[in-house]
Nanobody, 128 residues
């Protein structure tokens, strides 16, 4: 049974930082591309970042480039999202997700419809 468990969310002031973690179990972690998505109230879920199994391929949404960094530790079956220079518009529930791919990030990696497994989400609130 695959499980993705996010942690690290919370309340932070604008300009602050948070690091989200997602611990995976029940899968061969290194062959899965991992992603982070977020969903704000009243809005659709949106892509934040993705990373390939060997960390050789990364991508981040334009809205977070230069501020957020996705990374992973395959020895710990964990993917991270380091979030710096947070803004009130970053407020959302952040979800970790996984998909098995042949290489790299796979196709359409910024689309939530291609991911197989999802965590329960962790709330990030940025106050102004």
């Amino acid at each position: 049974q695959v499980q993705l468990v996010e942690s690290g969310g919370g309340l932070v002031q604008a300009g602050g930082s948070l690091r989200l973690s997602c611990a995976a179990s029940g899968l061969t972690f290194s062959v899965y591309a991992m992603g982070w998505f977020r969903q704000a109230p009243g809005k659709e879920r949106e892509f934040v970042g993705a990373i390939s199994g060997n960390s050789g391929n990364l991508d981040h949404a334009d809205s977070v480039k230069g501020r957020f960094t996705i990374s992973r530790d395959n020895a710990k079956n964990t993917v991270y999202l380091q979030m710096n220079s947070l803004k009130p518009e970053d407020t959302a529930v952040y979800y970790c997700t996984a998909r098995r791919v042949q290489r790299g990030l796979g196709s359409s990696w910024s689309s939530d419809g291609v991911y197989y497994y999802w965590g329960q989400g962790t709330q990030v609130t940025v106050s102004s």
